[in-house]
């Protein structure tokens, strides 16, 4: 069965730190992979989307995630996060076997310290 | 443009009674998708609805149903409820239906409690 796994289930780091959010999938065919947010008391958005083409995607608010194929992952990068990036994470993929619904990751919830 | 809405935002009922949940998706989306969201299980998927019909059902017992109208809107039913049904009910409208590319925009959610 299709999965999604996020390692990191909460996550507590300092302003102007560096961010990296781990996803891995397991699917072995062609895959399309998301990251959305949930802002505390907001709606779920998109960050960033990989369909096909260069690796490495860029989102809003300085997001960015690198699809690695051979490894099945799909981390989320920010390179300085700011106390407005706390917020709930998750990853999410489609597959045409998921008949293209979404299947999610169990998320993870970040802090940023100000 | 307004965004997915839905109705009730909050919600508390008794097991074994039943409740209906209403998502108004954004205008001109025919697609509408319900998600339950429990701490413990995360973000799972209940049923899409595209134009009046039902397209895809995930893994949930018969208890939960759904069904779309003519304008889109959706609404969704649990009967005799349960303890364990307490939780965030996620509606999400898109464009089209069956699709890689489709990008679905979510509601604020209901929030369903059940003593």
């Known amino acids: 069965a299709q999965s999604v796994s996020q390692h990191n289930h909460h996550v507590i780091l300092s302003e102007a730190a560096s961010l990296e959010l781990g996803c891995n999938y397991s699917y072995g065919g062609t895959v399309n992979l998301f990251w959305y947010v949930q802002y505390p008391g907001q709606h779920l958005q998109l960050l960033l989307k990989y369909f096909s083409g260069d690796p490495l995607v860029k989102g809003i608010k300085g997001f960015e995630a690198e699809f690695i194929k051979s490894k099945f992952s799909f981390n989320l990068r920010k390179p300085s996060v700011q106390w407005s990036d706390t917020a709930e994470y998750f990853c999410?993929?489609?597959?045409?076997?998921?008949?293209?619904?979404?299947?999610w990751g169990a998320g993870t919830k970040l802090i940023i310290k100000p | 443009k307004a965004g997915v809405t839905q109705t009730p935002r909050y919600l508390i009922k008794t097991r074994g009674q039943q409740v209906t949940l209403s998502c108004s998706p954004i205008s001109g989306h025919r697609s509408v998708s319900w998600y339950q969201q429990t701490p413990g299980q995360g973000l799972q998927f209940l049923f899409e609805y595209f134009s009046e019909t039902q397209r895809n059902k995930g893994n949930f017992p018969g208890r939960f149903s759904g069904r779309q109208f003519s304008n889109s809107r959706s609404e969704m039913n649990v009967s005799t409820l349960e303890l364990g049904d307490s939780a965030l009910y996620l509606c999400?409208?898109?464009?089209?239906?069956?699709?890689?590319?489709?990008?679905?925009?979510f509601g604020p959610g209901t929030r369903l409690t059940v003593l």
């Open positions: 999410a993929v489609k597959t045409r076997d998921s008949n293209y619904q979404l299947i």
């Open positions: 999400a409208s898109s464009l089209r239906s069956g699709l890689a590319d489709n990008e679905q925009f």
